[in-house]
Structures are given as C-alpha cells and as structure tokens.
C-alpha cells in the first residue's frame, strides 16, 4: 500500500488532539521549539482541569483560581509562541500514512507527529437500548446526525456546554429538542443557558436521569426519571447522548493504537506509543495521579521527545532559558 499521500492544507509539525493541562502544556513547548503546532480541542470547558472550582496548589500560581482561569493562561502562553486552538471534535485516525492523519469535523489534518490527550471521561455505562439502537437514533454527535432528525422530536442528554451547544445546534434542524439535564443547573457558559432558555424549540429538563431508550426496529422515546422521582416516557426519535464519564476517551482512535486492559493508551518513558511519531499524555494514558501538574509535564515529555523525534537527535535537548 502507497504509504504517502498529498498533503492537506491543515498540515502541521504536530497536532495535539486535546485542550486540557496535558495538550495546551504540549502545544507551548513544541511552539517554543519552532515547530508548527495545532490544538484540536472539542471544548474549552471539556477537560476535567476547566470543570474545577478550585486550585491552590499549582506550582507559580499563588491563591486561588478556578480549572478555567489557569487552563486559560496555560493556552494563552501556548498562543504566544505560535500555537494554534481549533474548537472541533476528533472523529478518525489513520498513523499508517505519512504524513499522519487526523479526521475531524472541520476537515482533515495532517502532522508528522500526533499527540493524543483527550483524557478520561468517557462513560463506561450504558443505559438499557444505548447500544441496541446506536446508529438507529442513538448518536454521540448531533453536528454528524443532527440533518437526520429534520422536524422529528429529539433528545439531548447532559448538561455541560457541550450538551447545550449541540442541543441549539438540532433545533436548525429538530422541531422539538428535550434537553435532559441529570444536575439541579446547567453547566454550561451563562449565554449558552440563556440562549437555551430563550429558544422555543427546547425544552429543558432539569434534574431529570436517562432511564432506558425504548423502540422496535429503530428509537421510539426514552424513559426518564424526573425530579420528582416519577418515571415518565418521552416518544421521539433521536438521542444525543453527551454525558461525562471516567473512562479514557479513545473512541475515534479505532485501534490505531494500542491500548491496556484498562482501556488506556500505553506509552514508553518518553509517551511515545508504539506507532512511531504518535505519543499520548494525560489522564487517557490512566496517569496515576490525576493532578494539573502531572499531565502538565506529561505534556512537556512529550513535546521535547517530539522535538528530538523530528529533529533526527540522539537525545532530548534541554531547555533552562
């Protein structure tokens, strides 16, 4: 097989798929090193980091501040030297070509090397009918299959920005969208909520537990747990489902790479996996330590292993300056 293929327009030195500690971290010191460097980050607030309410403990940062706040510094720095943020989700890989491949729904993006730090928060559980009916209503991305569900009734499941902004994404296409949020508030950004409040096409549910996806050959409705504690039924015919969960996010990888029993990606001393030029940093690498600074300087091997990589060194170049 032709291991070569034109290049895309979105061509880097390396792309980092993931925004959080671990990716922005990675992304500053492969830009410091002059080497072309891209972010593709679904969210700004989906990492574990940006969710944080409180951080006192961060080496340089004196007081209190919130995951959002340092996160947003972390990035910033990163954008000084060169670094590039695109908000898009990851969808596909392919390592087998040269350059790299990186699927994502703004267009494909092509790297000498990639970086992989989407974290752990995928979920492990399903609900009765998640699985049954994937891909027969059940989706994990209305961008993708929102176009499906023109003036049917539809569901969103959570409660995170990422939730909501899908959530007003359908109605372009839904008549009706059923917000299901399992928390008493929405998490999102305050203009999110209030556009979500404000639009007519959808109704929120708050407080309120996915409890089975019900259907025949194809999604029929959900049942649901609302506030109250009374299980209720809601006929439509798409789910969305964007809950929050703790196993790592390696879903668009497609075996790519390998991964642990644990589902984890494993890498070497210097997050390399074993896909020459492929690395991984981060909680989805199942760090032990689930800490800001650890995968901050998971981030930093990373990024100063990739220098050597691409530069043809026999060994990391040190940097004090």
Not at 63 to 76: C, D, F, K, M, P
Not at 208 to 228: C, F, H, N
């Amino acid at each position: 097989m032709d291991n070569q293929l034109s290049i895309p327009d979105n061509s880097y030195d390396v792309v980092i798929i993931g925004g959080g500690p671990a990716g922005a971290s990675c992304a500053l010191y492969t830009a410091r090193a002059k080497l072309s460097a891209v972010v593709l980050d679904k969210s700004p607030a989906s990492s574990a980091l940006a969710s944080t309410s409180r951080i006192a403990n961060y080496p340089g940062v004196r007081g209190e501040v919130n995951g959002a706040e340092l996160l947003s510094t972390i990035r910033a720095q990163a954008e000084d030297f060169g670094a590039r943020f695109i908000r898009t989700t990851a969808v596909g890989v392919n390592f087998e070509v040269e350059p790299k491949l990186v699927y994502t729904q703004e267009g494909v993006f092509a790297a000498r090397a990639v970086v992989i730090a989407t974290g752990s928060m995928s979920r492990k559980a399903r609900v009765p009918g998640e699985e049954q009916f994937l891909g027969r209503g059940v989706s994990y991305c209305a961008t993708c299959d929102a176009a499906f569900y023109v003036d049917q009734e539809v569901a969103m499941i959570g409660d995170s920005d990422i939730a909501v902004e899908e959530a007003l994404f359908l109605t372009r296409f839904a008549k009706t969208v059923h917000l299901i949020a399992p928390g008493a508030q929405l998490r999102a950004w305050k203009e999110l909520v209030q556009s979500a409040e404000e639009n007519e096409r959808i109704v929120i549910h708050l407080e309120t537990k996915l409890q089975e996806i019900y259907g025949d050959e194809a999604v029929q409705g959900i049942r649901v747990i609302d506030a109250s504690g009374e299980s209720k039924t809601i006929p439509l015919y798409g789910v969305f489902i964007l809950l929050p969960g703790t196993a790592p996010t390696t879903e668009f990888l497609g075996g790519a790479v390998p991964l642990t029993e644990l589902g984890c990606v494993a890498v070497d001393e210097e997050k390399q996996t074993v896909v020459p030029g492929v690395y991984a940093i981060g909680d989805v690498t199942c760090t032990h330590i689930k800490q800001a600074i650890i995968a901050a300087s998971d981030g930093v091997m990373a990024a100063l292993a990739i220098d050597k990589y691409l530069n043809q060194r026999e060994r990391v170049k040190l940097d004090y300056k």
